[in-house]
């Protein structure tokens, strides 16, 4: 079985992220920001990268699986979830070559996707997650490291025998 895990950093010191990280013995961390870029010093890319790789993990950044602007910023106009879904479930179809990058990824390391929200179910990172597990060939279970209910195991796709 694969384990994918998923992180958001809001409300998180450097430190406190790099402790969960390492707790849950994350080799890989994989940026879904489209942008890297954050008011917080320490998650800003070249800083949060320099940081990972002095943890002994490793840092890549996909940028074509974050959101794109124009549908961040249409939710941010009309804050409405279900609509961002849509759209960005809609990008997401169109980045098969991301995808199958993280799908090999998944095979050889233990992954965690990363984002700015602490709650998976406002944050794209969850369909990533969601999105990516249907392309491997083994169970994968979903952990979602912060968030409400942290640490369930919210999704699992099962492969037929």
Not at 23 to 52: M, Q, W, Y
């Amino acid at each position: 079985m694969i384990e994918l895990m998923t992180i958001g950093y809001e409300g998180l010191s450097r430190g406190e992220f790099l402790g969960i990280l390492e707790r849950c013995r994350v080799t890989l961390l994989v940026d879904v920001r489209e942008l890297p870029i954050s008011r917080n010093p320490g998650f800003a890319k070249a800083a949060l990268e320099a940081a990972i790789v002095k943890h002994e993990l490793k840092y890549e950044h996909i940028v074509e699986l974050g959101c794109p602007r124009n549908i961040r910023h249409e939710y941010r106009a009309d804050n409405d979830w279900a609509h961002y879904t849509r759209r960005y479930k809609a990008h997401l179809e169109g980045q098969t070559e991301a995808l199958e990058k993280l799908a090999g990824w998944m095979k050889q390391e233990r992954c965690c996707l990363l984002c700015y929200e602490e709650d998976f179910n406002f944050c794209h990172r969850t369909y990533v997650a969601e999105k990516v597990a249907t392309m491997v060939d083994e169970d994968v279970k979903i952990s979602h490291l912060t968030g409400p209910m942290t640490g369930r195991i919210v999704w699992r796709r099962l492969v037929p025998a």
